[in-house]
C-alpha cells in the first residue's frame, strides 16, 4: 500500500529532542514501494534515534514533524498499531574485524495482519579464532509473513559462527502467565510483542 503520490514512507519535517538536546532536526525523507535506502553516519548523529521514532519505541515521540507510512499518518500511533501496518525494526551489532575478534547479530520481527516483513543479516568468521552468533526470533500473527535470510560465512577453518534462529507464535507459557493476570488474549500478545520489541 502507498499513498496518493506514491510513496510507501514519508517523513517530513521531524524533530526530536531527548534530555534536553536535539538529537533530530526539520528530517525529510521519502522512500517508495520497492526502493532500499541506507543511513550512514557518526556515532551519536541520530540514526538509530530516527529508527526509533519511525517505529514509535518509547522515548521517541517527535516534538515536531509527521510520519506517513503506506498512507497513514502514524505519528501518534503506539507501536503495537505501527508493528500492524508493517513496519518493523531489526538491530544490527556492528561487524568487527581481526583475529579474535566477537560480534553478535540480533533481530526481533513481530508482524500480524496481513504484514510482509524481510530480514536480511550476516554474520562472518573472516579471521583466525573469531567467534560470532547470530540470534533471530519473528513472530507471525494472523495472515501476516515473516522472511528473516540469514547469511552466515566462514573464512578462516579456525574461525566460529553459530546460528540460533525461531520463528512462529508467542511463547504459550509467558502467554498462560499474562491471562493468569488477568489480561486477555490480544493484550497478553502485544506485551510480549513489546517487550521483544524495546
Not at 518493523?88 to 547479530?105: F, I, K, N, S, V
Not at 533481530?107 to 536480511?120: C, K, L, M, Q, W
Amino acid at each position: 500500500m502507498r499513498d496518493k503520490d506514491g510513496y510507501l514512507l514519508q517523513v517530513q519535517n521531524l524533530s526530536l529532542k531527548r534530555d534536553g538536546c536535539e538529537i533530530l532536526s526539520q528530517v525529510n525523507l521519502t522512500i517508495r514501494p520497492g526502493e532500499v535506502h541506507g543511513l550512514l553516519g557518526l556515532n551519536g548523529s541520530g540514526k538509530s534515534s530516527l529508527a526509533y521514532t519511525l517505529m514509535g519505541c518509547a522515548g521517541y515521540t517527535p516534538d515536531t514533524g509527521r510520519i506517513w507510512f503506506a498512507g497513514q499518518d502514524i505519528t501518534a500511533w503506539p507501536i503495537s498499531e505501527r508493528a500492524r501496518l508493517g513496519l518493523t525494526l531489526a538491530w544490527q551489532e556492528p561487524a568487527r574485524y581481526g583475529e579474535g575478534a566477537r560480534g553478535m547479530t540480533k533481530t526481533r520481527i513481530a508482524v500480524r495482519d496481513r504484514a510482509v516483513s524481510e530480514v536480511f543479516t550476516t554474520a562472518e568468521g573472516n579471521a583466525p579464532f573469531t567467534r560470532g552468533h547470530m540470534d533471530c526470533t519473528e513472530i507471525v500473527r494472523d495472515q501476516a509473513t515473516a522472511r528473516n535470510m540469514p547469511l552466515v560465512v566462514v573464512r578462516d577453518d579456525r574461525a566460529h559462527v553459530t546460528h540460533e534462529a525461531a520463528i512462529g507464535t508467542v511463547n504459550r507459557k509467558e502467554l498462560e502467565t499474562l491471562m493468569a493476570r488477568g489480561l486477555d488474549e490480544e493484550s497478553a500478545v502485544d506485551v510480549i510483542i513489546r517487550g521483544m520489541l524495546q
